[in-house]
């Protein structure tokens, strides 16, 4: 027997769904195209920072999911969770927006 979701398991499951689509779209085809525009710039082969690239998202994940399993234990125990997403969220927007400095730095766009 199945159940209808709730209006807010709903604006989750969309939450989701669109968050997912953001991301994959992003580390797939924006970022790439970014970061070899920064490269390039900066006077580096195509294959080096396409390797240089490769580096990073493995140590990237290396990283998390080291952390990972660490700060969630952290999060549930002590209960900071909202303090954790707080303080990575704005991580996340401020090293992305140090990204557009990178660019001007380079002279990418100027």
Not at 42 to 48: F, K, N
Not at 64 to 93: E, H, M, N
Request: include cysteine; glycine fraction near 10%.
């Amino acid at each position: 027997m199945s159940r209808r979701l709730t209006t807010q398991e709903k604006s989750w499951v969309f939450y989701d769904w669109a968050n997912s689509a953001y991301s994959i779209l992003i580390t797939t085809a924006i970022f790439p195209l970014f970061f070899k525009a920064a490269a390039d710039g900066a006077g580096l082969a195509g294959s080096t920072s396409t390797a240089y690239l490769g580096y990073a998202n493995s140590f990237g994940t290396l990283i998390v999911s080291i952390s990972a399993p660490i700060l969630g234990t952290i999060g549930d125990f002590r209960g900071f969770k909202k303090r954790l997403f707080t303080i990575f969220a704005i991580l996340g927007i401020v090293f992305t927006a140090l990204l557009a400095v990178v660019l001007v730095t380079n002279g990418c766009y100027s």
